[in-house]
T-cell receptor, first 112, second 118 residues
Framework: LAKTTQPISMDSYEGQEVNITCSHNNIATNDYITWYQQFPSQGPRFIIQGYKTKVTNEVASLFIPADRKSSTLSLPRVSLSDTAVYYCLVGDSSGGYNKLIFGAGTRLAVHP | GAVVSQHPSRVICKSGTSVKIECRSLDFQATTMFWYRQFPKQSLMLMATSNEGSKATYEQGVEKDKFLINHASLTLSTLTVTSAHPEDSSFYIC??????????????FGEGSWLTVV
C-alpha cells in the first residue's frame, strides 16, 4: 500500500515555478517528509526535508499544512536541467531508523 | 556533503554466476544501510535493510538466499546476487544512515550499480 500519492507526470517551461503536491494521508506523528530528485541512471539526490509549516533552502521550498496530510514541493524558475523524477517520501521510523519506501514519483519535463 | 560510493558502477556477468556490489560510506559511519532495485522507468523498490554486525532484514518477496547481504563494517555493505539470471538485470542502489543521526532522517544514496546478466 503506497504511503504517498503524487501526479505521475508534469510539464513546465523554463523560468516557470513548478509546484508538485504529494498526498500522505496516513502520515505518522514521527514521520518527516522528504523529497528526492533522480536523474536517469543515478541515485536519488536529497532536495529538502520538513516536518511542518514551510521549509526553504537554496534549491526549493516545501509547504506542509497543519494536518500534514499533504505537502507541496516548489521549484522556483525551473531550467532544463530540472527535468527529472521527483519522489515524495515519508519515513517509516519504526525500528529506530527511517526506512524509505518510494512511490511512483513525478516525472517533470521542463521544455525550452 | 556525505558521500556514498558504489562499486562497480556497471557490471556484466554470465547467467549462473554470482556478482558482488559494494556500498561504502566514505566520510561517515553507517550502522544501517539499505539496498534498492530499480527497473527501467520504474520506481525504487526496497529489497533489504542491512545492519552492521547482524543479519539483514529482507522485504517481503525478496529471496534472502538469492541476494546475500553482508554488512561487516560501519562503512561497507555488500550485496551479492547469486546464480544470476537475466531477470536479475537491474539498477541496484544503496543508501546509508549516519550513525550519528539518531533520528534516522538523514539518508544518503549511492550512485547506483547497473547489473546486466547475459
Amino acid at each position: 500500500l503506497a504511503k504517498t500519492t503524487q501526479p505521475i507526470s508534469m510539464d513546465s517551461y523554463e523560468g516557470q515555478e513548478v509546484n508538485i503536491t504529494c498526498s500522505h494521508n496516513n502520515i505518522a506523528t514521527n514521520d518527516y517528509i522528504t523529497w528526492y530528485q533522480q536523474f536517469p541512471s543515478q541515485g536519488p539526490r536529497f532536495i529538502i526535508q520538513g516536518y511542518k509549516t514551510k521549509v526553504t533552502n537554496e534549491v526549493a521550498s516545501l509547504f506542509i499544512p497543519a494536518d500534514r496530510k499533504s505537502s507541496t514541493l516548489s521549484l522556483p524558475r525551473v531550467s532544463l536541467s530540472d527535468t527529472a523524477v521527483y519522489y515524495c517520501l515519508v519515513g517509516d521510523s519504526s525500528g529506530g531508523y527511517n526506512k524509505l519506501i518510494f512511490g511512483a514519483g513525478t516525472r517533470l519535463a521542463v521544455h525550452p | 556533503g556525505a558521500v556514498v560510493s558504489q562499486h562497480p558502477s556497471r557490471v556484466i556477468c554470465k547467467s549462473g554466476t554470482s556478482v558482488k556490489i559494494e556500498c561504502r560510506s566514505l566520510d561517515f559511519q553507517a550502522t544501517t544501510m539499505f539496498w534498492y532495485r530499480q527497473f527501467p522507468k520504474q520506481s525504487l523498490m526496497l529489497m533489504a535493510t542491512s545492519n552492521e554486525g547482524s543479519k539483514a532484514t529482507y522485504e517481503q518477496g525478496v529471496e534472502k538466499d538469492k541476494f546475500l547481504i553482508n554488512h561487516a563494517s560501519l562503512t561497507l555493505s555488500t550485496l551479492t546476487v547469486t546464480s544470476a539470471h537475466p531477470e536479475d538485470s537491474s539498477f541496484y542502489i544503496c543508501s546509508a544512515v549516519p550513525t550519528t543521526d539518531r533520528s534516522g532522517n538523514t539518508i544518503y544514496f549511492g550512485e547506483g550499480s547497473w547489473l546486466t546478466v547475459v
